[in-house]
Every structure is written in structure tokens, then in C-alpha cells.
């Protein structure tokens, strides 16, 4: 198979949602094109000669998902927790400083990065759901996942 994930130890960076977008976004691109990647690997059941080849083609390509959701999961959660802390930060601060305007900008514009991450967090699990039902409907006779996932 010629399609890879991105490169799957890179950590988002959770300080600027630009940067942090943009590492979504290269880690999507495999997710991105799991339809084109299943119509060049993956013949139509009438077109299959070797069912073990189609099998282990399946299996890998239900592994790659398997691996680009988690990172892209526990990256975009430890990017709500930072902000999430920084947030409660913030909040604690503008407590006592209410006059302090810098401190309200800051606090603000803390609360909508939070509010984008918990965004992409909603958008990943369209994403993996709109793969996973790509996967099923091309590779499920080929390959069954084990019972622990319910994605597939």
C-alpha cells in the first residue's frame, strides 16, 4: 500500500491553534483519502483472486486507521486539558484582577482556543466514523477487527 499516516510520535502543539489545525490536518490527509487508498488496494469481491492478499490489505489498513485515530485523539485531548487548565488559570486570576483588561483578553481568547479544540475533537469523530464505514463496506468480508473495537 502506498499511503501512509503521518508521522504518528509527532505531538500537536497546543499554543497556537494555526499550527495545531495545520498537524490535524497532515494527520487527516491518510482519512482523507482512505477511498481512493481502498479503490487502488482493495479489488471488488467479483475481481478478487487471492482473498488472503485482500485480507491482510484489509488488516493493515484497519491497523493505520486504528493508529492515526488514537494519536490524533489523545493529541487533541491533551490539547483540551492544557487549555482547559490554562482556562481555570485564567479564571482564578480574573477573579482577583477584575480591572485588569490584559487579563480578560487573555482569558477570552484562552476560552475560544478551548472551544476550537473541542471543535476538531467533534470533527475527528466524523471523520473516523465517515473512514470506518468506507473500511466496512469495502473490507469487513475480508477481515473481521477483533470484538474490543466498536469503530468498525
Not at 16 to 25: E, P, T, Y
Not at 83 to 108: F, G, P, Y
Not at 133 to 152: L, M, N, T, V
Request: aromatic fraction near 8%; charge should be neutral.
Amino acid at each position: 500500500m502506498t499511503a501512509r499516516p503521518a508521522d504518528m510520535n509527532a505531538a500537536f502543539p497546543c499554543d497556537d491553534f494555526q499550527f495545531f489545525k495545520a498537524a490535524v490536518l497532515r494527520h487527516r490527509q491518510f482519512e482523507d483519502n482512505i477511498v481512493n487508498v481502498l479503490n487502488t488496494t482493495i479489488p471488488t469481491k467479483s475481481l478478487v483472486e487471492d482473498e488472503s492478499q485482500v485480507s491482510s490489505n484489509c488488516k493493515s489498513l484497519y491497523e493505520q486507521l486504528e493508529a492515526a485515530h488514537a494519536v490524533r485523539e489523545r493529541n487533541i485531548g491533551s490539547c483540551i486539558e492544557a487549555s482547559s487548565a490554562e482556562v481555570a488559570r485564567l479564571s482564578a486570576l480574573a477573579e482577583s484582577q477584575a480591572d485588569n483588561l490584559e487579563l480578560m483578553d487573555d482569558l477570552t481568547a484562552e476560552k475560544n482556543k478551548l472551544r476550537k479544540f473541542k471543535s476538531e475533537l467533534t470533527i475527528d469523530r466524523i471523520v473516523r466514523d465517515r473512514s470506518a464505514k468506507a473500511w466496512k463496506e469495502r473490507c469487513y468480508s475480508f477481515y473481521q477487527p477483533p470484538r474490543k473495537s466498536k469503530k468498525y
